[in-house]
């Protein structure tokens, strides 16, 4: 059984930057991992994805080149650094886990992930 404990969150002002982690328990190591976040009122979305071995990443459009995902398989943890905070980052952020092993390429697609964390809240003033 997987399970996904985030940390890192809090209130920081525009222009900021936070580190988010994702500690993991059970076998994730061969499993992609991703970010993703929900705003309040709306749908949960992707934010960055990162394959088992780190050899490749996927961002979505809005967080490209301010977002950054990493992982350390023997520290079994996730992180997701984020610069140059806006104040629509603001939202909730979870990790989740690839249900799918040795994926070659992260998915934005949600319905892959099959383990999620309880989520950390970010918020970013203007």
């Known amino acids: 059984q997987v399970q996904l404990v985030e940390s890192g969150g809090g209130l920081v002002q525009a222009g900021g930057s936070l580190r988010l982690s994702c500690s993991a328990s059970?076998?994730?190591?061969?499993?992609?991992m991703g970010w993703f976040r929900q705003c309040a009122g709306k749908e949960r979305e992707f934010v960055a994805g990162i394959t088992w071995n780190s050899d490749r990443t996927l961002y979505a459009d809005s967080v490209k080149g301010r977002f950054t995902i990493s992982r350390d398989n023997a520290k079994n943890m996730v992180y997701l650094q984020m610069n140059i905070l806006k104040p629509e980052d603001t939202a909730v952020y979870y990790c989740?886990?690839?249900?799918?092993?040795?994926?070659?390429?992260?998915?934005?697609?949600?319905?892959?992930?099959?383990?999620w964390g309880q989520g950390t809240q970010v918020t970013v003033s203007s």
């Open positions: 989740a886990a690839d249900i799918v092993p040795w994926r070659v390429i992260p998915t934005a697609n949600e319905g892959v992930y099959d383990y």
């Open positions: 059970g076998r994730t190591f061969s499993n992609a």
